[in-house]
């Protein structure tokens, strides 16, 4: 018999017809007579009741069955009886794949925090929550293939170890197989790089972007999916070290076509969320409504359903930088000295706490923010006419803050160079990203998406660790 998966046996009707299933002990429940078996194989939220019948079993093999033991049944699928439920599996052959020590095994049949759980990352796929976030997170990766498959983009694997530093922040992780107890050395006393691996200093990418810009002076229209590395010492709910980040460049765009694409693209993938994973959004509403029952009514989010509506149904606020400190400098928590990092004039960077307040508090709907000046943004970005400001664009949302980062990107030669002067990165090590500047450029521009935010945002999770099976952040590599 061919086994079948959970989510197909619950659509199915009611018949004569055997089924053999396979999967993970929930809870057992029963007495003399009748025990029922909650149980899950991860392909759907919800359980499939076995219904074992004592005059046919041992109760030597059913009181192997605990929760964490996989099991292999077959059966009848049978109008239930009980309420929860509308079908439930009449139990003719019950065979143990693995015991599961009941001493030992730390997912109990109750509430478990989520800081718990994260101790426990290589089990914790086993329960409701993470079931139902890793279901999501699958459906908005094929979302996101599917979006830009049918808008004609390319899918490009930039690589993953290089020795440029994209966004200019230094937050690099090094990648070497020198001898760190005995580190050739220069006459100069510097670290001789010759030796090492690549014969030069070599990094985890921050960003597949400058490599995704030359396929796009090609291509048109490309976009990178890909594993991207930061060694910033962050310890927020909203920072990983490694994080999946998606990057569509497109040739012939300007900075407006690039904040169309974004906004298009989120409600795309979010609408996609929607349509397809509603078992699973239904659940993680329960969820966060339960985690904030305790909270004042003014303090809990929106309901998940009728955020991610919400989300798709507006049309995001479009304003420039500039627009948004004169918002934030009048604004109350500034005047009243409740930001932590104040707004005093134009030219500072903006925090999350800012960010936060014009999304949820000021316009009460994503944010696209333009214009920056030049001095907090990455050499790439293309100057404006003023001579003081860029043409970056960042997209923030509620809970989030920035949930995209992108820009139009400096296509002329010189005015380019001139900034990597300014900037100080070298000019040399970039010979083949400003060849395309010589070489048939043309105005183009990108942007990148945190896929972990995006699930954040998605699932109504707290926290950026809870989005990634084996998140990575300032001490902890573990699993
Ligand atoms: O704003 P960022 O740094 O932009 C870039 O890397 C550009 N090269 C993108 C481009 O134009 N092609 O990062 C883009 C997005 C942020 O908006 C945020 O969503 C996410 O990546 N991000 C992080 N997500 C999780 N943990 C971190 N440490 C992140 N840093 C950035
Ligand atoms: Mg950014």
New binding site residues.
């Given amino acids: 018999m061919i086994r079948t998966k959970i989510i197909d046996v619950l659509k199915s009707e009611v018949s004569d017809k055997e089924f053999l299933i396979k999967g993970w002990v929930r809870t057992r429940r029963g007495n003399k007579q009748v025990n029922f078996i909650a149980l899950n194989d991860g392909s759907t939220i919800h359980n499939l009741q076995i219904v074992a019948d004592m005059e046919i079993f041992e109760e030597e093999l059913i009181n192997r069955v605990t929760t964490g033991a996989s099991i292999s049944v077959s059966g009848i699928l049978m109008q239930s009886q009980g309420s929860g439920q509308s079908v439930e599996l009449q139990a003719k052959t019950i065979e143990i794949l693995g015991d599961c020590c009941p001493n030992d095994y730390p997912l109990q049949p109750k509430k478990h925090s989520l800081e718990f759980l994260r101790e426990i990352a290589h089990l914790r796929f086993r329960t409701n929550t993470f079931g139902a976030v890793t279901r999501v997170r699958h459906a908005m990766i094929f979302a996101v293939h599917n979006f830009f498959t049918s808008k004609g983009f390319v899918n490009i694997h930039t690589p993953i170890i290089t020795s440029s530093d994209?966004?200019g922040a230094g937050e690099m992780f090094k990648v070497t197989t020198l001898d760190l107890n005995n580190i050739p050395r220069c006459e100069d006393g510097k670290i001789n790089y010759e030796e090492d691996f690549f014969g030069k200093a070599t990094n985890l990418t921050?960003?597949?972007?400058l490599e995704?810009e030359l396929a796009a002076l090609a291509l048109s229209d490309i976009y990178t999916f890909g594993p991207?590395f930061?060694a910033?010492n962050?310890n927020t709910s909203?920072?990983?070290?490694e994080?999946w980040?998606i990057?569509p460049?497109m040739a012939f765009y300007d900075n407006n076509d690039n904040m169309n694409l974004a906004e298009e693209f989120l409600k795309y993938l979010i609408n996609y969320a929607m349509n397809n994973c509603m078992d699973d959004l239904k659940f993680l509403s329960q969820r966060l409504i339960e985690e904030e029952k305790n909270k004042k009514a003014e303090e809990r989010s929106m309901e998940l359903l009728a955020k991610l509506k919400f989300v798709v149904d507006n049309e995001f606020v479009r304003l420039t930088y500039t627009e948004a400190i004169e918002i934030l400098k009048n604004s109350k928590p500034n005047k009243n000295g409740q930001f932590k990092y104040p707004i005093k004039e134009y030219g500072c960077d903006l925090q999350s706490e800012h960010e936060r307040f014009l999304v949820e508090k000021h316009f009460k709907r994503p944010v696209i923010l333009s214009d920056y000046p030049k001095e907090i943004k990455?050499f790439y970005m293309k100057l404006n006419d003023d001579g003081k400001t860029v043409r970056a664009m960042?997209?923030l949302f509620p809970q989030i803050g920035?949930?995209?980062?992108?820009?139009e990107r400096e296509d002329n030669y010189e005015k380019l160079t001139a900034r990597m002067d300014q900037m100080n990165i070298p000019k040399e090590e970039m010979w083949w990203y400003l060849d395309t500047r010589r070489f048939g450029s043309v105005p183009h521009s990108?942007?990148?998406?945190?896929f972990?935010?995006l699930m954040l945002f998605v699932t109504g999770m707290g926290n950026?660790r809870d989005v990634i099976p084996f998140p990575r952040t300032p001490k902890n590599a573990e699993f």
């Fill in positions: 994209a966004e921050v960003s597949g972007q995704g991207t930061r910033e962050s909203r920072h990983l070290a994080f980040m990057e460049e990455a960042d997209v920035e949930i995209i980062g992108g820009s990108g942007f990148g998406l945190g972990e935010r950026i």
